[in-house]
């Protein structure tokens, strides 16, 4: 089934990138929806290990959901760590240029 995942601290292309690549070693359709704030994640969840490694990997690029209870100083590791998974994800496009 194809579910939708409110997601923070995803700024651009660079951090959509970073996700989707991660993603797509598990499943083949992912979407990430930079027209909304928050930006929403999609791909087809067939089971609870399914959507319990995506939420997984979402978190530990820093990307948590907007439904998440973070204190602040998670909320702040979280933010460094997106940062860097976004600088990942714009060399990744520039080398594929």
């Known amino acids: 089934m194809k579910k939708e995942y409110e997601v923070l601290n995803i700024k651009c292309g660079g951090c959509a990138g970073t996700v989707t690549k991660k993603l797509e070693t598990r499943f083949s359709d992912v979407e ?3 027209d909304h704030d928050p930006r929403i994640v999609r791909a087809t969840v ?3 290990e399914d959507e ?3 939420l997984d990997t979402l978190r530990s690029l820093g990307y948590p959901l907007t ?7 998670a909320e702040k590791y ?3 760590k997106s940062y860097v998974a976004c600088m ?3 060399i990744d496009a520039k080398k594929r240029k």
């Open 32 to 34: 990430v929806d930079l």
């Open 52 to 54: 319990e490694f995506l």
């Open 88 to 90: 990942h994800g714009k």
């Open 46 to 48: 067939e089971s609870d």
């Open 78 to 80: 979280a933010f460094a």
């Open 67 to 73: 439904t998440d209870d973070t204190g602040a100083i």
